[in-house]
């Protein structure tokens, strides 16, 4: 069974770049009907989708968020990898990964990381 | 961008009850549209896919309907555990999503 889990630092400082690696297990990440994506929830607030990656390295990206956002992928690892630069106390939430299925919906989520940025 | 808009924001409802939530798109989406359910401190859960195809799992009393830019998730019959946030969620424009603002549903 495809399960996914986040990882990485829960306190970050301001100005500083958060880093969040996901791990996937139970599937391969170079499946040809999936994409693998960011979404996060800041604390008592709605989803807010970050960006999308492929296998190939393909990549989507909020425009809100666009110009400090990065997102990666290592099929040797079957990881992928989230970089936000220049945060602040707004990017505090929990980051969420999940993929995107062939019928175009987020179908598994890992189970969320909490991220606070604080100095 | 297209932008997903959900009412009510909250519900009050009993157990029992049949419940109706709301997912208007600011363009037409045809189908691409998606459910899901998050109770308190976990992940999401997909509920529904393309507007009505019920996903492995989920309970027969949910139900979704609508295309273009109108969309319903139903559910018949309320039970305990169907207290929770519920999102819709375009994929119109995939792998570019956009999710709705979510809708509580909480005890009368």
């Known amino acids: 069974q495809l399960q996914l889990q986040e990882s990485g630092p829960g306190l970050v400082k301001p100005s500083e770049t958060l880093s969040l690696t996901c791990t996937v297990s139970g599937g391969s990440i170079s499946s040809s009907s999936s994409y693998w994506g960011w979404i996060r929830q800041p604390p008592g607030k709605g989803l807010e989708w970050i960006g999308s990656?492929?296998?190939?390295?393909?990549?989507y990206y909020n425009p809100s968020l666009k110009s400090r956002v990065t997102i990666s992928v290592d099929t040797s690892k079957n990881q992928f990898s989230l970089k936000l630069n220049s945060v602040t106390a707004a990017d505090t939430a929990v980051y969420y990964c999940a993929r995107r299925n062939a019928y175009y919906a987020m179908d598994v989520w890992g189970q969320g990381t909490t991220v606070t940025v604080s100095s | 961008d297209i932008q997903m808009t959900q009412s009510p924001s909250s519900l009050s409802a009993s157990v029992g009850d049949r419940v109706t939530i709301t997912c208007r798109a600011s363009?037409?989406?045809?189908?691409?549209l998606n459910w899901y359910q998050q109770k308190p401190g976990k992940a999401p859960q997909l509920l529904i896919y393309v507007a009505s195809s019920l996903q492995s799992g989920v309970p027969s009393r949910f139900s979704g309907s609508g295309s273009g830019t109108d969309f319903t998730l139903t559910i018949t019959s309320l039970q305990p555990e169907d207290f929770a946030t519920y999102y819709c969620?375009?994929?119109?424009?995939?792998?570019?999503?956009?999710f709705g603002g979510g809708t509580r549903v909480d005890v009368k």
């Open positions: 969620q375009q994929s119109f424009n995939t792998p570019r999503l956009t």
């Open positions: 363009q037409s989406i045809s189908n691409s």
């Open positions: 990656v492929y296998y190939s390295g393909s990549t």
